[in-house]
C-alpha cells in the first residue's frame, strides 16, 4: 500500500525564519494530497490541499510544491510565529472513495 | 463549519472492561475513520466506513470492533480493553473532495 514519509521529524526555529517540511509518497494512483496542522492538545485542521495536476499552490504565508515525477511535496512556511508551534502532516490518497495514508508528522517549534 | 463531536473526552477504563467511543458529524460526509494517536506512531488508522452499515478495517483493527448505524453516527468499541490501547484517539469524517473533518479526540486510559 501507500507509504508516505516525512522529513525532518522535528524543527526548532527562531520566530521570522523560514522553513521547509518535506514529504514522500510511493504510489503513483495518489492525486490528492492534503496537509493538517495540529497545535499542542488540539484537533487536526486542514490547512492546505493540492492535486496531483498541479506543481504549486500558496495560501498567505504557506506555498506547497507537487513534484509528480519525483513523488515528492514540500511545504514552505514563511515568517514564521509562535503561533505555527504545532505538528504538520503530509496526506495522500487516490480519490474520495479510498483510503487516506498520513505521514509521520513533523514537529514545528518557533521560538520567539 | 464541519462539525465532528466525540464522546466522552476522556475516559478511565480497567482492563478487561468494555468501552465505547462515539462520534458525530453533521457534515452529511459518507467516510468516517478512526484513528489512534500515540507519541512516536502519527496517525494510526484502526477502522473506517464509507456508509451507514459499512465499517472496513484499518491498519491495526486488532482488538477494536466499529459500528456505523447511520450517516451520523461511528462508534469505535473495544470489548475487553488492555493497558496497550491507552491513547488519544480521533474520529474524522471525509466528503468527495477527501479532506478530513476531525473530532476534538478522546484520551483513553486502561489502568
Known amino acids: 500500500g501507500e507509504q508516505v514519509e516525512q522529513l525532518p521529524s522535528s524543527l526548532i526555529v527562531q520566530e521570522g525564519a523560514s522553513v521547509l517540511i518535506n514529504c514522500s509518497y510511493t504510489d503513483s494512483a495518489s492525486v490528492y494530497f492534503p496537509w493538517y496542522k495540529q497545535e499542542p492538545g488540539k484537533r487536526l485542521q486542514f490547512i492546505i490541499d493540492i492535486r496531483s495536476n498541479m506543481e504549486r499552490k500558496q495560501t498567505q504565508r504557506l506555498t506547497l510544491l507537487f513534484d509528480k515525477k519525483t513523488k515528492h511535496l514540500s511545504l514552505h512556511i514563511t515568517a514564521t510565529q509562535p503561533g505555527d508551534s504545532a505538528i504538520y502532516f503530509c496526506?495522500?490518497?487516490?480519490?474520495?472513495?479510498?483510503?487516506?495514508?498520513f505521514g509521520d508528522g513533523t514537529q514545528l517549534v518557533v521560538k520567539p | 463549519e464541519a462539525a465532528v463531536t466525540q464522546s466522552p473526552r476522556n475516559k478511565v477504563a480497567v482492563t478487561g472492561g468494555k468501552v465505547t467511543l462515539s462520534c458525530n458529524q453533521t457534515n452529511n460526509h459518507n467516510n468516517m475513520y478512526w484513528y489512534r494517536q500515540d507519541t512516536g506512531h502519527g496517525l494510526r488508522l484502526i477502522h473506517y466506513?464509507?456508509?451507514?452499515?459499512?465499517?472496513e478495517k484499518g491498519d491495526i483493527p486488532d482488538g477494536y470492533k466499529a459500528s456505523r448505524p447511520s450517516q451520523e453516527n461511528f462508534s469505535l468499541i473495544l470489548e475487553l480493553a488492555t493497558p496497550s490501547q491507552t491513547s488519544v484517539y480521533f474520529c474524522a469524517s471525509g466528503g468527495q473532495q477527501n479532506t478530513l473533518y476531525f473530532g476534538a479526540g478522546t484520551r483513553l486510559s486502561v489502568l
Open positions: 466506513s464509507y456508509g451507514a452499515g459499512s465499517t
Open positions: 496526506s495522500a490518497s487516490r480519490n474520495s472513495n479510498n483510503r487516506i495514508f
